[in-house]
């Protein structure tokens, strides 16, 4: 089992994030993922993963660099791909390019992109990108959606044939296109386990049916997460996590599996969904989920909305020194 962080992605300043990837390295996780929202508000999301990304890159020695999942739907491909290759390449080869098709009209009204041609471009995307990363003569790629004639596909990927690539999202269509198109379905944070157990399912069904080995490929799934020595601690830190979701999804904004009446009562928000309590009670909880679904690499997002750092770096080294071993 690898494990992986979400660093802090939002607010004023980027001071400190990178010390706190470094400090997560240093107490044994693997992974470094952000998300991508363009239309942030408060201290919750930032854009631009791949420059995010490209400093604690600099920053770091080992750990694996995650997108998940960047909204390739708003981007020109060939931008990406060569921001992509360039972080590999500025990493050492550490990239893993996860992409999804975005749900914030807000964003995609913005961007100028059409709602309905999230698939298409999507779907696009990750083919040229692909040919891209392992192509060694100059390329041409024509779709409905964007243009590119005699393009020298540099810089070369350290990674090879190329790096891996992820796509994330909840719908069939959205879990076929994964097996089809990438390396790996990523899930993410919102859904309970049952939700996510039902998609492996489906997933399971569509990679049968391709050349990709169920038992060697990446099985990675996101968690909210709140660690503390004690219960009673527990309880406190358990606060910040919520008023994370009431904010984010007890007015207007939505996400196709999470309403505003599902935030009101901690408990039930929590069930099945979050993992919190003492080093003990989560080592439990996630064997419980090694028994229930595929799982080989878990990122968990330990920074909540008003979250002190030094609370956010408590709770990473704890899980460094107390979780990880066990998994060991």
């Known amino acids: 089992m690898k494990f992986g962080i979400f660093p802090i992605e939002g607010g004023d300043t980027w001071e400190g994030v990178v010390e706190q990837c470094q400090l997560a390295e240093d107490v044994g996780f693997e992974t470094c993922w952000v998300n991508d929202h363009q239309a942030t508000e408060g201290d919750n999301y930032w854009p631009s993963p791949l420059t995010r990304l490209t400093s604690i890159a600099q920053g770091t020695e080992d750990l694996r660099l995650v997108t998940s999942v960047l909204i390739l739907p708003l981007y020109h491909p060939l931008h990406v791909a060569q921001r992509a290759a360039m972080l590999d390449n500025i990493s050492d080869g550490r990239l893993t390019l996860g992409v999804g098709l975005g749900y914030v009209e807000e964003e995609f009204e913005a961007f100028?992109?059409?709602?309905?041609?999230?698939?298409?471009?999507?779907?696009?995307?990750?083919?040229?990108?692909?040919?891209?990363?392992?192509?060694?003569?100059?390329?041409?790629?024509?779709?409905?959606?964007?243009?590119v004639e005699d393009w020298q596909p540099l810089p070369k990927t350290i990674q090879q044939p190329r790096p891996p690539l992820w796509i994330g999202g909840w719908g069939p269509k959205q879990i076929a296109r994964s097996a089809k198109f990438s390396d790996a379905w990523v899930p993410g944070v919102v859904a309970d386990l049952g939700i996510v157990e039902d998609r492996k399912e489906k997933q399971r069904e569509h990679v049968a049916k391709t050349d990709q080995d169920w038992a060697s490929m990446d099985h990675p799934l996101m968690r909210e997460a709140v660690i503390a020595e004690t219960e009673e601690e527990v309880w406190k830190r358990k606060e910040f996590l919520h008023r994370t979701y009431r904010d984010e999804y007890g007015g207007e904004f939505s996400h196709p599996l999470m309403t505003a009446d599902s935030v009101d009562d901690f408990e039930e928000l929590a069930d099945d969904r979050f993992i919190y309590g003492t080093p003990d009670q989560i080592i439990e909880q996630i064997e419980a989920m090694q028994d229930r679904l595929a799982l080989d690499q878990l990122a968990l997002r330990f920074h909540h909305s008003g979250m002190p750092k030094r609370l956010v770096e408590d709770q990473i080294r704890l899980f460094g020194e107390e979780v990880i071993p066990a998994f060991q």
């Open 112 to 147: 100028g992109v059409p709602m309905d041609e999230r698939a298409g471009r999507l779907i696009e995307g990750v083919q040229f990108i692909a040919e891209f990363f392992k192509c060694n003569q100059p390329i041409s790629y024509e779709c409905p959606f964007f243009e």
